[in-house]
């Protein structure tokens, strides 16, 4: 008993001499927080985030929360914890996460949302959104275009808790409804995921073999779909996609897959992270919170150019 | 803490039996109450589904803009529109001058510039085949398309809403309500004035347009979304 409590008093002193000590040479934290990395989107943000960090001189702490605002929580806790200077966010939903940022900001540590943003201002230090409401309506303008306003369509959502699925799906029927002869035959999410959207794709095609064309909320679901239809002898219907993936512009460029929507990914979350170096090291908060950036159209035009969600001159 | 209420006691009851029988001991009320606190924690509490993505009820972006228009939109697009060949000259070579002059300097970080303009010419061609209608107008008199012009019912873009300097989208809660506000312009413009403009034999009429456009690249003719317009007779 007498050793144990010696023990942990020399542990307790040790862990203190390490906490007092560790600020004088280790580099401040940023925390990354983003969905999976499974989809090549979320893992750029990640990149550009982390390597923007270490440029400027920081430790980054890279975490996923897998589009479980839950999870989100204990990550924001986990850099609460870990004493992170400041955290980069692509969130878990924009009503879900509102309470998570705030717990961050009362704890001192100010949120910088990239990608999504929040439904509550003043919480986050800065909000860099994508135009996804905008990318949209440009997607589902070359949709219409490319289907010559008229025919059958599917249309394949992404997952429900993120906040940009529904976006897009009303940025893309904002356009699209303006056009009656343009018949919606099925609409089902496939969470954002390839492998489901193959499997979703093949029975939509079974029920409905008279489709023209498909509109999907991601790139992902766009080449799972176009696989379903290629495997069925279906390379006519038309397919478009959002977010500007590298392998949907090499189906672009191949003569498959007819559209996407560029968000750009690598270059906002390395502007996060420029704002929360401005606001740890000058005390500066960015001019206004919510800054919307625009998504770009790419089609055969322009594919060539496209790399790493970054368009080149 | 008290007894719980009837409509929670029931199953609670059941559970702190339950586990008071797998101890092999009489159910008293602590035991009950630590039961209870047991099963609670054992709860994994779930997050309230965030609705359409929150787009609030009472927001009604057709409302705001039908107050606005009269009072407030037709006035500043009068105010700041130039003469189109005017303003595309200018738009071309500095747009940044353009978009002070003519369109909204407090415009979003990386979006592009838009302009205030009137464009008056010759029809020399229309696609009213589309529903997304346009008309092509010569505005110099070389006989070739300077400008086209929506004549809706569908209709492409938000001109109207970003060229107003008084219009920010950090005044709204997301960007729902903030394309959805844009759009409402659009379907104003054309409930009132484009629905009622003729179809047909378009080509050689005279075009009168006051509205805005976008610098967009990419485009083979400035696309104007108009706020005001009239068509002359038939040649």
Redesign the interface.
Known sequence: MKLTRRMTLAAFAGMLALGTAAPAYAADLIAIITPSHDNPFFKAEAVGAEAKAKELGYEALVLVHDDDANKQSELIDTAIGRGAKAIILDNAGADATVAAVQKAKDAGVPSFLIDREINANGVAVAQIVSNNYQGAQLGAQEFVKLMGEKGNFVELVGKESDTNAGIRSKGYHDVIDDYPDLKMVAQQSANWSQTEAYAKMESILQANPDIKGVISGNDTMAMGAYAALVAANRKDVIVVGFDGSNDVRDSITAGGIKATVLQPAYAQAQMAVEQANDFIKNKKSPEKEKQLMDCVLINGDNAAKLETFALTN | MGRPSPPFSVGADRHAEQQAAMLNIKPTWPILVVAVCISLTAC?????P?????NSAAFNPDKMVEDIWAAKVVPYLQRKAGPFAEVHALAKTDPASAGAKYGNPNK?????WTFAVRVEGKIIAANTG???ATMDIDVDGDGKADARVQIG??????ALRDSLDFIQ??DF????D???FG?AFNAYANKTVLSKLPRDALEGRTAKVLGAYTLES?QDLPLVTPAEAEIGPKP
């Open positions: 994994k509490i779930l997050p309230t965030s609705g359409d993505g929150g979003q970080a990386n979006s592009p589309s529903r997304a019912p569908a209709m492409r873009g938000t989208f950090n809660t997301n960007q729902i903030f394309a959805q759009k990419g």
